[in-house]
């Protein structure tokens, strides 16, 4: 094994280090969370981004087809010939001047990140390749995790292609959408549901993973956010090396926005940028930890010593309250981000802003961005509708170059679509009504007829 990569505690008044072999959810001195990290020094570190169009060329080199694996360089912590891939990472950034204007952006000024064409139809799977990667080299023989959907979904299809493990996936009842709850059972994953939500799940599946000795395979796992940085490396190279202004991401647990800020700390700390883009990172208003903790009451990274009391008593009164997140957008349906303190981080280093975005924002921007050729699942809309609101707000320029991370596919979530663009009023009241969404401006109704060609040529003149 790479004796140049650890695992690191991001507190810098621990600093321990371990083992690429151990397993920890958590630094088990001071309960912080953990980082992979490499000697660099002692690495071949590329001299320039440009050293990774030669793997454009190697398409007979199987790992390098995966979008992940084709800057192995950058997540050096296993051989490349061990990590695992099944064709994860190929996304392409798209402008979309046919979504810029509805964020008020000017034509050229909006690129989409299409999360949504990986192998589960998420950016999970980037993550997934990695520490699937790095349970196989630790010798793991069951992966679990807790999951609003799609990580169980990518967690399954992988377990299930590979057969390294077997696959055991933790959700809260009622909370999962079909789609995603779908692509579990098909994958052949021992399928769990807890009376709860997600944050229960997560809870519980740390416990039983600390008992029985199952690989967790949640965004705690620092080598699942390795994989996760190279949707920023894609990016990046699909501007041909520029550094965009902004990145806006949607926030859930926090783990790709953590992810983002670790690579752009790392390029910039190996000299292969200059610039860094802000970070924008967007909740629902049904599910706003982040932002009530960062916009209104102040919470910073300080340094790595941020203020825990702030935190404690923000979960004491959330509990006090039974205060419990919902939106529509379930994939951030999160009440207790586990990656907070690594997504503080990383909007310190990019000059980070946090908004809030209401159901009906990501309704209507999930249909303008499905209307551009992009369809997207609720969760993903966020990062559309923040950017929106920082456009209006002046926060981000009208011209400046904004990336939105779509990450998620459409057909994940199928009943908010068809709830906001069909026509049956009780299906409405039951999906998007309920939540508190009472327009469909943006929807693009179907039409019932009678079946008479007459009266179909006519409503087609
Ligand atoms: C997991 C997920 C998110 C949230 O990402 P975090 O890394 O947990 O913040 C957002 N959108 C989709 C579609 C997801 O699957
Ligand atoms: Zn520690």
Not at 13 to 27: K, N, Q, S, V, W
Request: proline letters at 4%; glycine letters at 10%.
């Amino acid at each position: 094994m790479n004796s140049y990569a650890f695992q690191h505690c991001i507190n810098p008044d621990c600093g321990a280090t371990y083992d690429l072999t151990e397993i920890h959810h958590r630094c088990p001195k001071c309960g912080a969370l953990l980082d992979a990290d490499y000697q660099w020094d002692k690495l071949p570190v590329p001299k320039s981004l440009k050293h990774f169009e030669q793997f454009w060329a190697q398409r007979d080199v199987f790992r390098r087809m995966s979008g992940v694996w084709r800057f192995h360089d950058l997540l050096p912590f296993a051989p490349l010939d061990e990590c695992v891939t099944i064709g994860e990472g190929q996304t392409l950034l798209q402008k979309a001047d046919f979504v810029a204007p509805y964020a008020g952006l000017k034509p050229g000024c909006l690129f989409l990140q299409y999360e949504g064409l990986n192998p589960s139809g998420s950016f999970k799977d980037n993550g997934m390749s990695a520490g699937l990667t790095h349970g196989k080299l630790v010798g793991a023989k069951t992966a679990a995790c807790a999951s609003t959907g799609n990580t169980s979904a990518s967690m399954a299809i992988y377990c299930g292609c590979t057969r390294l493990m077997n696959a055991v996936i933790f959700i809260g009842s009622g909370k999962i959408a079909y789609g995603k709850l779908s692509q579990a059972l098909d994958y052949g994953a021992k399928t769990i549901q807890i009376e709860g939500d997600f944050d229960d799940a997560m809870a519980r599946v740390q416990e039983v993973s600390k008992k029985l000795g199952l690989y967790l395979l949640n965004s705690l796992n620092p080598f699942r956010l390795e994989g996760q940085k190279t949707i920023m490396f894609r990016v990046l190279e699909a501007l041909r090396w520029e550094v965009p202004d902004w990145i806006v991401v949607p926030g859930g647990n926090l783990g790709n926005s953590s992810s983002f800020g670790k690579a752009f700390i790392e390029l910039k700390k190996l000299g292969l940028i200059e610039k860094v883009p802000r970070l924008a990172v967007i909740n629902a208003v049904g599910a706003n930890t982040l932002y009530r903790l960062y916009t209104e009451e102040g919470l910073r990274w300080n340094g790595g010593r941020y203020d825990k009391q702030k935190v404690d008593a923000f979960f004491s009164q959330m509990d006090a309250e039974g205060r419990k997140a919902s939106t529509i957008a379930s994939a951030i349906e999160i009440n207790r981000p586990v990656n907070l303190t690594k997504c503080l981080r990383a909007l310190d280093f990019c000059d980070g802003v946090v908004r809030q975005v209401t159901e009906q924002e990501i309704l209507d921007a999930k249909a303008n961005i499905g209307a551009g050729g992009l369809g997207c699942e609720p969760a993903s809309a966020a990062s559309v509708a923040g950017a929106k609101k920082l456009v209006a707000e002046g926060t981000i320029g009208k011209d400046e170059r904004v990336v939105c991370v779509l990450t998620g596919n459409q057909l994940k979530d199928p009943n908010a679509t068809v709830a906001y663009h069909g026509t049956n009023r009780e299906f409405f009241d039951k999906i998007l009504g309920c939540r508190g969404v009472t327009t469909t401006e943006f929807a693009n109704h179907p039409v019932t007829v009678a079946n008479d060609i007459d009266q179909i040529i006519d409503l087609l003149k």
